[in-house]
């Protein structure tokens, strides 16, 4: 198993911190930057990648998240109600402090996302 360590190449487009995942932790994936499959559904990653963006924290379309149809989807309305993820707050952290303090704070706490 992986140890959760401070990559800011392990922040998802959305927020998400794929460095405390436990998919990610037991190689089960390679992380939502490189994983291909992710490529076909996920629309904030697949934007992110269109836009040359680090994750929807760069975005200059958009100055709250939370209006992007991409970024705030059914999919993933149901995945923060069912994991208690909060997206958005990984987002506003993110702007907030930059992806490195993001990243760092994310590893330190053993975190996925930020709960709600």
């Given at each position: 198993m992986k140890t959760i360590k401070a990559d800011t190449k392990l922040i998802a487009a959305c927020g998400l911190y794929c460095g405390?995942?436990?998919?990610y932790l037991k190689k089960r994936c390679p992380g939502c930057r490189e994983n291909a499959k992710a490529a076909k559904w996920c629309k904030p990653r697949t934007c992110?990648?269109?836009?040359?963006?680090?994750s929807c924290a760069?975005?200059?379309?958009?100055?709250?998240?939370?209006?992007?149809?991409?970024?705030?989807?059914?999919?993933?309305?149901i995945f923060g109600f069912i994991f208690r993820s909060n997206r958005k707050a990984c987002i506003d952290m993110i702007k907030a402090k930059g992806p490195a303090a993001f990243a760092e704070h994310?590893?330190?706490?053993?975190l996925r996302t930020l709960k709600r």
């Open positions: 405390g995942c436990h998919a992110c990648l269109d836009h040359k963006y680090g760069d975005c200059k379309q958009y100055d709250r998240v939370m209006e992007c149809r991409d970024y705030n989807n059914f999919i993933a309305k994310m590893a330190e706490q053993g």
